[in-house]
């Protein structure tokens, strides 16, 4: 047994340091092909270009360097983040029963399948329709102004969505896990609907400010 203990504590120190490993390349990685890594930040608005030419700007010399390295370190984060989950699953998983894996891999697929839908929506649809919608604004104008982008703003709205992103394919995985096991589910908020009302107005107190008729407002839209 303590052998054994020995053995997962070394396996965990290694996939550890291959974590580690995993994210300096990836910074090394993003170092070099920084310029390639904006362009395709960028692409989705490129289309109206030719016909509406448009430009982002910098407030301060530093700007572009502090974005860069911003960028660069958000997507090292996110690749080291799955290769931490990799080792996490890859960690566990010899210890699970073969129903259980099962579960597990499908809970995975969905997971990466929402994920990547998501992406592709936000990417090929989202981003170029509100950069015509603001392009078309700018055109319609009777009094001629001139649509000058801020890069970290629009970074910033990148990094927004992309949280979006998660949160809807967390939200799509758990409404399928919800058909999948609604007569469960049911039976557990019938026997625990009492501790759920107190959560439900816990978090209305939480996301709405000090006022009795949002809370009520909240609540009874959570009921």
Not at 48 to 72: R, V
Not at 129 to 138: A, I, M, R, T
Not at 151 to 173: A, G, Q
Request: charged share 10%.
């Amino acid at each position: 047994m303590v052998n054994n203990y020995y053995v997962y504590i070394s396996e965990m120190k290694k996939r550890f340091l291959l974590s580690i490993f995993t994210w300096v390349c990836c910074i090394v990685v993003g170092i070099y092909y920084q310029n390639n890594i904006i362009f395709l930040l960028i692409k989705p608005c490129l289309f109206k270009y030719k016909q509406t030419p448009f430009y982002f700007i910098y407030n301060n010399i530093g700007e572009p360097f502090y974005t860069n390295i911003q960028i660069i370190f958000f997507i090292s984060n996110q690749m080291c983040m799955i290769i931490i989950l990799y080792h996490i699953i890859t960690f566990l998983t010899p210890g699970l029963y073969r129903k259980e894996y099962n579960n597990l891999q499908y809970f995975i697929k969905m997971i990466m399948f929402f994920f990547f839908l998501n992406i592709k929506i936000c990417y090929d649809i989202f981003i170029p329709w509100s950069w015509n919608f603001f392009l078309e604004l700018h055109n319609n104008q009777k009094v001629n102004f001139y649509f000058e982008a801020k890069f970290n703003e629009y970074l910033e709205t990148v990094f927004i969505l992309y949280k979006i992103i998660i949160i809807f394919t967390f939200l799509s995985v758990l409404f399928l896990l919800f058909l999948a096991l609604k007569e469960n589910i049911i039976n557990f908020i019938k026997i625990y609907r009492k501790i759920i009302y107190i959560m439900i107005i816990l978090i209305s107190s939480i996301v709405t400010p000090p006022d009795i008729y949002n809370q009520l407002f909240l609540s009874f839209f959570f009921l």
